[in-house]
């Protein structure tokens, strides 16, 4: 018996090598971790429940028959984040480079079924050369395999990617499927084809960095939800991240322990708002002021900065945060803050955790470039997300609500359920200069009859009072008691139900 046992935690020893000491040093020497090493920083202290330890691959082609080692690349299994299920897959690249062969794609297989059946979060930790090159087809088939789990477990169960090392070609897919995409700068990337077939078909010239890095990904093509400095710092984050969100869908969010009095009264939001209305300030300022602890989870913090989209929490409960950013664009709405929020809204509604929204929008953004991208569609992607959104929203106006960006923004006509506005609330048709202009067209020329017009329709429209008459703003509340105005309006909203007619699926403008 003695012996056996001594087998068995001789063979562990073994498969915890992965693929050797030089391949563990050169993965250390590039400043990553080791596959093993990153579970055990993203999950709690001795909580990794490890699966499929001894499972080897069954390729006989190119001599693979002699090179058999246990685990075949990817370290997968179960443990706790702060006490709370989560399955983990994370790829080893010093074994094989971390590529994907056929039985590598079915332990990988195995955790996402379970995480789907038994009703919890799956991390995948993504560090490979992609495709098993000594098994081809089988390796594809393999990466279909778990990109049709990737599908099946949208809106059931969270998924997170971290990307920590390549990760190119058809392999994007799987972590592009999923909800959220941590990348970690300089070790990371991600590109369907890379710099040598770029340079070959388009004469660019880019590095791996340039091309998929972390910065291009989370600055320009928003594939990513977050960059971290290193390895540490992302599995930090991850841990962080998935303390705002349930475990399913059928789940809530965790309730924290807050230390924060809920009705706190922030005299200082009073003066948020500038007296000069083209002036711009920080609506991160009122989000952090609102929130439990003053602690707000931003994401997507580097890409379409004139909309900022996150976690915070309001009596302990996870609430998501969409708000217009006055310091960039003046806040409006374009074709890249509208895909990043109605994302972010359907995650929301599809985990149910409420909407909160902060509206301070002057309209839509003009120009051909916007136009010619299809702003239309995109536009539609976030008024689609709002109005078929079932959560719990709650919306406050703090300064502009213009024209389809007011209807836009969870307004009361898409089943905003408590819709607040500041004293400082505009919410009109335009901005009273271009309303003046356009009513007034023939008195053009005469300055002092159009400062008259335009000071008359400020008066009449550049105000909350004419929506708040017609019922459309539920209340004209204090800045000040904003914090306890929401939470209590989601307090009220535990009990919420409502649902949409039945369909196969809805066909969002994609
Ligand atoms: C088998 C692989 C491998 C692969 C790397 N290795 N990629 N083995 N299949 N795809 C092995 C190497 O042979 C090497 O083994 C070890 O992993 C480390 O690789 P290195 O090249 O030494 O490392 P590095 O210099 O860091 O370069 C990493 C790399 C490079 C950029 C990922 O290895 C590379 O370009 N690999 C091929 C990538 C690729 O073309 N993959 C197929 C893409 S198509 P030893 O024994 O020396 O340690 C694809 C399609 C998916 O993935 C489609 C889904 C639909």
Known sequence: MKDILEELEARRQTARQGGGQRRVDAQHARGKLTARERVELLLDEGSFEEFDTFVAHRCTDFGMEKDRPAGDGVVTGWGTINGRMVYVFSQDFT????????????????????????GAPIIGINDSGGARIQEGVASLAGYAEVFQ?????????????????????????????????????????????????????????????????????????????????????????TRRLFDFLPLNNRDRAPTRPFFDDVARIEGSLDTLIPDNPNQPYDMKELIRKIADEGDFYELQKDFAGNIVTGFVRLEGQTVGVVANQPLVLAGCLDIDSSRKAARFVRFCDAFEIPILTFVDVPGFLPGTSQEYGGVIKH?????????????????????KAYGGAYDVMASKHLRGDFNYAWPTAEIAVMGAKGATEILYRSELG?????????????????????????????????????????????????????????????????
């Open 379 to 399: 536009g539609a992607k976030l008024l689609f997300a709002y109005g078929e959104a079932t959560v719990p929203k709650v919306t406050v106006i703090t300064r």
């Open 95 to 118: 074994v094989f480079g971390g590529s994907l062969s056929e039985t590598h794609a079915q332990k990988i297989c195995k955790v996402m079924d379970m995480a789907v059946r038994n």
């Open 149 to 237: 789990r990737n599908i099946m477990a949208s809106g059931v169960v969270p998924q997170i990617s971290l990307i920590m090392g390549p990760c190119a070609g058809g392999a994007v897919y799987s972590p592009a499927m999923t909800d959220f995409i941590f990348m970690v700068k300089d070790t990371s990337y991600m590109f369907v084809t890379g710099p040598d077939v770029v340079k070959t078909v388009t004469n660019e010239m880019v590095t791996a960095e340039e091309l998929g890095g972390a910065s291009t990904h989370t600055k320009k093509s928003s594939v990513a939800d977050g960059a971290f400095e290193n390895d540490v710092e992302a599995l930090f984050e």
């Open 446 to 510: 005469d300055n002092d009859k159009i400062a008259l017009r335009t000071k008359d329709y400020e008066d009449r429209f550049a105000n909350p009072f004419v929506a708040a008459e017609k019922g459309f703003i539920d209340e004209v509340i204090m800045p000040h008691s904003t914090r306890k105005r929401v939470a209590r309006a989601f307090a009220s909203l535990r009990g919420k139900r409502l649902s949409n007619p039945w369909k196969k699926h809805d066909n969002i403008p994609l």
